[in-house]
């Protein structure tokens, strides 16, 4: 009966590679987010998604690129992994109307060696 | 801009002893902020949100927060620490895009709590 669930928890890989994280939400929300926390726990927004709209795209690397099949879900797709894109990576959702309120699923350690 | 300053990386309390979590925040209008709580390996959950009504705000937990505007000020207290409080806290502000429809959360540096026996 998880709200907001992520796969896999943990992901390790070699630079270069290409990994893709999923995300799922049963909250019957509309609006989807990816945020990057990093070693020193500071998290930033990456992306959010209204309906399979995105919304918000900060200065993220364009190796980066979500992708929203439907509104239940964001999936995260990375291109050529570099060392710097080790981090813990969130999903959340929240209602359309009511951004300020977001659940968040459990996190995604990617480490990249 | 809108942004949050969280004044101690990290604060160490003992169990039963009151707690106070320091966040400052800076806005160009009436912000709504906020105090997310991650514990060990967990994603974030939401403590308690003020959103321009009463001052003072209660969180689940016993937690509670005063938005002080004259200070510019949102800290986070609890009158008991207990050790299951352990755990990294965010203070967060609200930064609306122009519509009252999305926006985006701003996240501070975040406190380490930690509560020893």
């Known amino acids: 009966d998880t709200a907001v669930s992520q796969t896999p928890k943990y992901l390790v890989t070699q630079m270069g590679n290409d990994k893709s994280i999923k995300c799922e939400q049963n909250l019957g929300h509309d609006t989807m987010y990816w945020y990057k926390q990093d070693s020193k726990k500071f998290l930033k927004i990456m992306f959010s998604?209204?309906?399979?709209?995105?919304?918000i795209n900060e200065t993220v690397p364009n190796r980066f690129s979500p992708k929203s099949p439907d509104k239940a879900h964001l999936n995260l797709h990375i291109n050529s992994l570099e060392l710097g894109d080790s981090a813990v990576y969130f999903c959340a959702s929240s209602r359309r109307d009511s951004y300020n309120e977001q659940f968040f699923g459990p996190g995604t350690r990617l480490t990249v060696l | 801009a809108q942004s949050v300053t969280q004044l101690d990386s990290h604060v160490s309390v003992s169990e039963g002893t009151p707690v106070l979590l320091r966040c400052n925040y800076s806005?160009?209008?009436?912000?709504?902020l906020f105090w997310y709580v991650q514990h060990p390996n967990k994603g974030l959950q939401l403590l308690l949100k003020?959103?321009?009504?009463?001052?003072l705000v209660k969180g689940i937990n016993g937690f509670e927060a005063e938005f002080k505007k004259s200070e510019t000020s949102f800290h986070l207290t609890k009158p008991s620490a207990h050790m299951s409080d352990a755990a990294e806290y965010f203070c967060?502000?609200?930064?609306?895009?122009?519509?009252?429809?999305?926006?985006?959360?701003?996240f501070g540096q975040g406190t380490t709590l930690q509560v020893k026996p």
């Open positions: 806005s160009s209008y009436s912000p709504s």
């Open positions: 003020y959103t321009s009504a009463a001052t």
């Open positions: 998604y209204n309906n399979k709209e995105l919304i």
């Open positions: 967060v502000v609200s930064d609306p895009s122009g519509s009252s429809n999305t926006g985006k959360l701003i």
